[in-house]
T-cell receptor, first 113, second 112 residues
Framework: DTAVSQTPKYLVTQMGNDKSIKCEQN?????MYWYKQDSKKFLKIMFS???????INETVPNRFSPKSPDKAHLNLHINSLELGDSAVYFC????????????FGPGTRLTVL | DAKTTQPNSMESNEEEPVHLPCNHS???????IHWYRQLPSQGPEYVIH???SNVNNRMASLAIAEDRKSSTLILHRATLRDAAVYYC?????????????FGTGTKLQVIP
């Protein structure tokens, strides 16, 4: 069974469109994250949710809106997509602890044309 | 946020030990040191973590300097499957929530 899953794996879309990426974890974790990995391979945290509550928002444009319907899901909705949004987006989850191992999903490669 | 500094790349021969360094001179007392690795076209995966003492697990060992301003991930016998980007990360519990800052990562090349 996949621990952290993301859909879709690839997403190609035009500038200005709105798209969503879904993430689900079946590990019973309290905390979920979204990361962005750009073309230079820098991995940056975007958001963190703990028990459906937003706890970290790392100065991400408000075109990005995470939504957590329950503890097992953290979806990422992006409005008015821009070229610079092209990247690989990773979802992750962990227990709410500084020692908690983060489990990452396989990533979603977003290409904005 | 406390930051980490790692060499951009390193090479190792297969079956040889590898020592991957990480500097974190601004580490705070509540920061845990975590290491993750990312294989090509995959998400990062956890390797090991520690606070003050050296740690061992089935994947690697983590040696932490006495002043905690640096650490070294040790792969005892590098295999081709260990070729990946290794990230040194500090995880803090400051402010009542976790902040995670990834380093630049070290790309490890394993030579057969």
């Amino acid at each position: 069974d996949t621990a952290v899953s993301q859909t879709p794996k690839y997403l190609v879309t035009q500038m200005g469109n709105d798209k969503s990426i879904k993430c689900e974890q079946n590990l019973g974790h309290d905390t979920m994250y979204w990361y962005k990995q750009d073309s230079k391979k820098f991995l940056k945290i975007m958001f963190s949710y703990n028990n459906k509550e937003l706890i970290i928002n790392e100065t991400v444009p408000n075109r990005f809106s995470p939504k957590s319907p329950d503890k097992a899901h953290l979806n990422l909705h992006i409005n008015s997509l821009e070229l610079g949004d092209s990247a690989v987006y990773f979802c992750a989850s962990s227990q709410d602890s500084p020692t908690g191992e983060q489990f990452f999903g396989p990533g979603t490669r977003l290409t904005v044309l | 946020d406390a930051k980490t500094t790692q060499p951009n790349s390193m090479e190792s021969n297969e079956e040889e030990p590898v020592h991957l360094p990480c500097n974190h001179s601004t580490i705070s007392g509540t920061d845990y040191i975590h290491w993750y690795r990312q294989l090509p076209s995959q998400g990062p995966e956890y390797v090991i973590h520690g606070l003050t003492s050296n740690v061992n697990n089935r994947m690697a060992s983590l040696a932490i300097a006495e002043d905690r301003k640096s650490s070294t991930l040790i792969l005892h016998r590098a295999t081709l499957r260990d070729a990946a980007v290794y990230y040194c990360i500090l995880r803090s519990n400051s402010g009542g929530y976790q902040k995670v800052t990834f380093g630049t990562g070290t790309k490890l090349q394993v030579i057969p």
